[in-house]
């Protein structure tokens, strides 16, 4: 603490041609970039870095939810859903954590599952932090969890424009923090703004104008603490100016949760001053996009059936996991509570819902 329309287990990746299903590398870094190179010239694909193609991602982006079949069961039966798949993908914030305070009996459970063989995948829109801090996070709570099981929007962000090859000589606009820097330092391209521009200001006085790098190829906005009017002027600029300069979200999150005591706007606030002013719709490579899905699935050769999406947000998580073709369990320890879940305007409709993961080892024990 990613959009498409809804896909089957030959779900496309998000905002990519569905004749193009390039295969993602499993890190990125310097001395994996050549590596990467060669295996794209392998591939089948045909994607390019062109105004073309983007204004056809853009078109493909828009979420659309199928119509739920039926409305959401309690769970009742953990073991039955425990044994029916074989990954389990949780968010972060408000499934594992709040803020910095851990959701009770996560460790339990997540050693439950680990001792069924089950394999754990943790996905959070959260781009602050690159997959290596989050690794630190993990720790600093006292959870086993590996750098190769996280997937956080920022990771996504660097991996969305390898998968496009874009021009290593166009450089990134980063409305964001420091985790989508990190990342796309790691992925080898070139970047500015980030939190250094949090202390800009613009002196407004007759006939300024406010130069840009027309070398800006892309602008990326994640959730940002250091958000100003320089940003959104900045990333505006290049986006209207720059020729055929890509507008990537990492997420559109409404609220996020900053601290365990109350819901903190989300980086869908940032992502929103960016389209009132350019007038444009991201690319947005963060849940409910099928990118990161689509991803995980080629890297460890999952079937998407074989899935369970486990998360607290409904147009988000659970949506994810619909488009992504999975099994989906909605817990109310974070946004969501029952009311909005049952809520008759509401038609996101998961699989399973319960109140906290740690009811896994509850309602285990009373079917025993």
Known sequence: MLVSTGATAAAVFNCISSSSLPIFPTSFSSSSSSSLINDKKKLNATVGWSSNRMETKKKSSVVTSAA?????????????????????????????????????????????????????????NNSTKS???YGKKFETLGLNVNEEEIFA????AAAYLQSIDFPKDKKIYVIGEEGILIELELAGFS?????????????????FLMEHDEDVGAVVVGFDRYFNYYKVQYG???????????????NRDAVTHLTDAQEWAGG??????????????????????????????????????QICMVGDRLDTDILFGQNGGCKTLLVLSGVTSLSMLQNPNNSIQPDFYTNKISDFLSLKAANV
């Open 68 to 124: 739920a079949s039926a409305v959401a069961q309690p769970l009742v039966d953990a073991d039955s859903l425990i044994d029916s798949v074989e990954t389990f993908i949780f968010d972060c914030d408000g499934v594992i954590w709040k803020g910095d305070s851990l959701i009770e009996g996560v460790p339990e459970t997540l050693e439950l599952l680990r001792s069924k063989g089950k394999r754990l995948v943790f996905v959070t």
């Open 268 to 305: 869908g606030s940032m992502v929103g001053a960016l389209v009132g002013s350019t007038q444009r719709e991201p690319t947005t490579v963060g849940k409910p996009s099928t990118f990161m899905m689509d991803y995980l699935a080629t890297k460890f050769g999952i079937t998407k059936s």
């Open 236 to 250: 505006t600029l290049c986006i209207r100016e720059n020729p055929g300069c890509l507008f990537l979200a990492t």
């Open 153 to 156: 929007s920022s990771f996504a």
């Open 191 to 207: 970047y500015l703004g980030g939190p250094e521009d949090g202390g800009k200001k613009i002196e407004l006085k007759p006939g």
């Open 131 to 133: 997959r290596k801090q």
